[in-house]
């Protein structure tokens, strides 16, 4: 995101008498007053709100809605729910990483086709990037489960192909899991890779083959490692919600391949074990922290924000 | 080499993106082809027979035309209530120096950032602590719509801010206008097609989010948790219609705001 969120810097000298900063920003109280509101609803139910979250991971696990909790720092909720979950949590960050990668490939060729190939008609192809994404997530995954399903034409295709056996099916496999949640999260992957192979100036990629690059020299030495921001923030952008996912698991995959966002839902919902559900949920986020920062730091970027 | 091999070389690339976006508009062409099936029984999803009976009748189950109701409800006061804070909040970020203003950008793009299971539950967890967890409802739905669209909300109109020429706003002032004057007539004309985009996209996020919704909607219903409830049992054919007809509303509001970018574009030059 590093397009939106760098705030361009206003060069010309302020109209407001007061304080003609460099930035040309005004100061004083009125700034203040604009981000209030926001900034409050932010700190109520965002900041507040993973208090919370930390708080109900170390209640007491014999509690329960009717008799209440108790603040009992049970860090063993966290060794527990690890315990019975941990398969669950580690199938999310294979499926959302591997989901990354196939979104990264297809993503590429798309954003790189707009960015250079498209010519006059970049916009339209911007546009129908995300067309379909305004129809509902939930009833295009179910789309999905026609598609694959065990008479449908995909399946009978390989088939005939003896890619797949006479019995073998996609629905309800890890496949079917990771192409829902590839196809789910592939604009989040496309615009920031547009963004930035966009900024491209085609003349260093031309200077290259000027020097007798070849094509793919020149991709790899010039325009890969100029897009790269674009890479980075894209997989985020995808990896961070794929793997928070349920939805894909449970509409295309079968209880074999329970996603952990699942099995916090469930426990929130169905066994009402609050603290085994906001341990793992804090497990998963610190997981993802950690993840990201390895990652962003290997990758060299830091001017994601 | 033969000519249209030469020619599949030279544009491999266009032809690939082309095909990538191909296959995203697959599963909506399923959608639009199930809204006009007539399944041969309840739970059968292959395609029966061509009728135009769900478009006809696209409320045959009244609970997901209620479920469609509220989402829109829901939807229309959140992207209210997210524009106006976010669009202040945007204001101040890019027109404003005060102190604590990168921990302030910080704590704008991490909503966006948290997965929606982790921003869901710890809502939840909130819920639950402050007694608040037997009135779970519309108006907590309203709660976390608004909280995770405002952060969209705040970078789409920070961007429209920060690209924006500001020598408009000096000439203006230069020529004596004061700066309501100069707010109304200068820079919020030339802001709002960002602030309108914010709110269609938070708009689309709210009536859309099943996971934030699912943890804190208690017994009400939105429109994807119709659609996931019914997933199991079988889906009648009208979620289809509802599909196709989101997808057709989406796509005349970008023609229609393209066509008037472009009319925009010509009166200025």
Known sequence: MTSTAGVAPLAETDVAPETPAETGRRRGRTGYLLLLPGLLWLALFFVVPFYSLVATSLYDPAG?????????????????????????????????????????????????????????????????????????????????????????????????????????????????????????????????????????????????????????????????????????????????????????????????????????????????????????????????????????????????? | MSAPVRWLREHLVLVLGLLVLAYTFVPIAVVVLMSFNEPASRNVYA??????????????????????????????????????LGTLAAFALVRHDFAGRSATNLLVFLPMAAPEIVLGSSLLALFVATGFSGQLGFWTIFVAHVMFCLSFVVVAVRARLAGMDDHLEQAAMDLYATPAQTFWRVTFPLVFPGILGAALLSFSLSFDDFIITNLNAGTTTTFPMYVWGVAQRGVPMQVNVIGAVMFLVSVVVVVLGEVGNRRRVRART
């Open chain 1, 64 to 305: 329960s809605d009717f008799r209440g909790y108790e603040m009992t720092w049970a860090f063993g909720n966290y060794v527990d729910a690890l315990q019975e979950y941990w398969r669950p949590m580690l199938r999310s960050l294979w499926y959302g990483g591997l989901a990354t990668l196939f979104c990264l490939v297809l993503g590429y060729v798309l954003a790189y086709a707009i960015a250079f190939k498209a010519g006059r008609w970049k916009n339209l192809m911007l546009v129908l990037v995300v067309a379909p994404f305004f129809t509902s997530f939930l009833v295009r995954t179910l789309s999905w489960k026609l598609i694959l399903a065990d008479d449908g034409w995909i399946v009978d295709g390989l088939q005939l192909l003896h890619v797949l056996g006479d019995d073998g099916r996609l629905l309800a496999t890890p496949v079917a899991v990771v192409a829902g949640l590839t196809y789910n999260f592939l604009p989040f992957m496309v615009l920031p890779l547009y963004a930035s192979l966009d900024k491209i100036d085609p003349r260093l990629v031309e200077a290259s083959s000027d020097l007798y690059a070849h094509p793919a020299v020149g991709f790899f030495k010039v325009t890969w490692p100029l897009s790269l921001p674009g890479v980075v923030s894209g997989t985020l952008l995808t990896f961070i919600p794929a793997s928070g996912d349920y939805i894909n698991a449970e509409l295309l995959g079968s209880p074999n391949q329970r996603m952990v966002g699942g099995v916090i839902q469930s426990l929130f919902t169905d066994a009402n074990d609050y603290p085994a559900a906001a341990a793992l949920s804090m497990v998963l986020m610190v997981l993802i922290v950690v993840m990201v920062l390895v990652y962003v730091r290997r990758a060299g970027t830091e001017e994601l924000l």
């Open chain 2, 47 to 84: 395609f029966g027979s061509f009728t135009l009976d769900n478009w006809a009748n696209p409320c045959a189950d009244p609970s997901m035309c209620d479920a469609l109701v509220r989402s829109v409800e829901i939807g229309a006061l959140s992207t209210l209530v997210a524009t106006v």
